[in-house]
């Protein structure tokens, strides 16, 4: 917001101020400092947000210097620090404000961001960078960069990250942020050149490495995540992200076993959190190493008891040892710490209709309805407790609501012709698999196994598909 630098001053002697300031203070002396002296105090307790003594700093500057314009910038910094912009902006835009000083343009220019004004924000930060001779101006084009990706002109914002590099605090922050940026404009192929540009200019720059595997993460090139994200630990053998990205990736693409030896390197190289431990716990389970499994689960939640995905992890273990009542307890407490996983509301559904609570499946069911209704599993999942209840009506009622919702959607047409034809509605069965046949023909595969003795026993259906297997040429 402020600016750490000033010609009248240099580090030594800002520090010496804030040293006496604090003496005064602790003594509970008289305290006296001229305006500017005021002004760079404060710039230290905006940067370590300390209110208290910014709203001190505000009351001594209004007392001692009250005709000093330096005072109402003081006084703009303390509402600032306070999310007050409305209020800061009345003492920012007085006559006698130093608008040659970049200190003022840079809180008018905080001002302005925080009000939602972001070209005014922008031309301020302009005029400081040209009051300052583009000299140690990196802050500032990152601030700059902020407000140009909120009118969504990312080409600028990527200009203005770049011209900020050089000493960014968080480069990581930075570079998920240039990231963002060139994918917003659907420059994968930008992004991946500036950061291996990066890479060469620094091979030991690890944020440049993790950037450039998101970069290949988002693309879902996920051997080639995996390759930078390697080179990153080979540099930082104790990097916990990499570790992390590696295993949820190896996860994905069931490549389990190669996901047990990461995540016992992890654990040699004393890099040990709740998601490691539960990345490995998952590929413990699907590699049938179920007690092991459990073992990581339990020490991910001794680690942090907060930890979703280990209780959603033993869940899982239950409901395949088929034991839903166990697994139902253990996701209740999943559902609980992440409320939005909709995976673990899907997982509770099905373990309760195990349980015959029908009801309670249709809770939760009505639960991802609330939180995501784009999706046609949740229609399918509706129409299957329903008919679990014998209610067949509301199984095509919810068919037809997805329908509606999501257009003709292949999976849930083929459940509802195989409906009809269970009612012995032939006639709407037949119109509506040739519906479903057309949108996608392969999916008759998944039709045949709702029940292949009910299907292939019926000529007028087989041979539909096989007609329209002919003249569609499949």
Not at 329 to 341: C, I, Q, T, V, Y
Request: charged residues 25%; glycine residues 2%.
């Amino acid at each position: 917001m402020g600016f750490d630098d000033d010609s009248f001053f240099d580090d030594y002697e800002i520090q010496e101020l804030i040293n006496k300031f604090e003496d005064q203070l602790n003594s509970q002396q008289s305290i006296y400092f001229d305006a500017d002296e005021l002004n760079l105090i404060m710039e230290h307790y905006i940067q370590n947000n300390d209110i208290g003594k910014i709203n001190l700093i505000a009351d001594l500057a209004s007392k001692y210097h009250s005709y000093n314009p330096i005072t109402n910038l003081i006084i703009a910094k303390k509402f600032l620090s306070n999310q007050n912009a409305k209020e800061a902006l009345k003492y920012l835009t007085g006559d006698d404000m130093p608008i040659q000083d970049p200190d003022y343009q840079l809180s008018l220019g905080y001002c302005y961001s925080l009000l939602d004004e972001h070209r005014k924000s922008i031309s301020a930060y302009k005029e400081a960078i040209r009051l300052l001779n583009d000299e140690n101006c990196d802050d500032i084009y990152n601030s700059m960069a902020l407000e140009y990706i909120m009118i969504s002109n990312y080409e600028k914002a990527i200009d203005c990250f770049k011209r900020g590099l050089r000493i960014s605090q968080d480069l990581n922050e930075q570079y998920i942020e240039i990231t963002n940026c060139y994918f917003n404009l659907d420059k994968a192929d930008d992004a991946i050149d500036f950061f291996n540009k990066e890479v060469d200019k620094n091979p030991y720059n690890i944020d440049a490495w993790m950037a450039l595997g998101n970069c290949y993460l988002r693309l879902h090139l996920l051997e080639k995540a995996v390759e930078q994200y390697e080179y990153a630990l080979a540099i930082n053998p104790r990097l916990t992200k990499a570790y992390t990205n590696i295993l949820t990736i190896l996860n994905e693409l069931d490549k389990y076993q190669d996901t047990i030896e990461t995540a016992r390197e992890a654990i040699r190289n004393n890099v040990k959190t709740p998601l490691i431990y539960c990345l490995y716990g998952e590929a413990l389970s699907k590699t049938s190493n179920k007690i092991d499994a459990l073992k990581y689960f339990k020490l991910a939640i001794e680690m942090d008891e907060n930890t979703a995905e280990a209780h959603a992890g033993i869940a899982f273990i239950f409901s395949e040892e088929n034991d839903p009542a166990t697994a139902v307890k253990f996701l209740e407490k999943a559902r609980e710490l992440a409320p939005g996983n909709t995976d673990y509301l899907y997982v509770l559904a099905e373990e309760n209709n195990k349980l015959g609570k029908y009801d309670t499946s249709l809770k939760y069911l009505k639960e991802i309805e609330s939180i995501f209704p784009y999706d046609a599993n949740l229609y399918i999942a509706l129409m299957e407790v329903y008919i679990l209840m014998d209610d067949v009506d509301n199984a095509i009622k919810s068919v037809h609501k997805g329908l509606k919702l999501l257009g003709r959607n292949a999976a849930l047409l083929y459940r509802l012709a195989f409906i009809y034809f269970v009612q012995e509605d032939k006639e709407l069965g037949m119109l509506t698999l040739e519906e479903a046949l057309n949108i996608d023909y392969e999916g008759h595969v998944e039709f045949i196994d709702f029940d292949p003795e009910f299907v292939l026993n019926n000529m007028e259906i087989v041979n539909l598909i096989n007609d329209y297997k002919t003249t569609n040429k499949k």
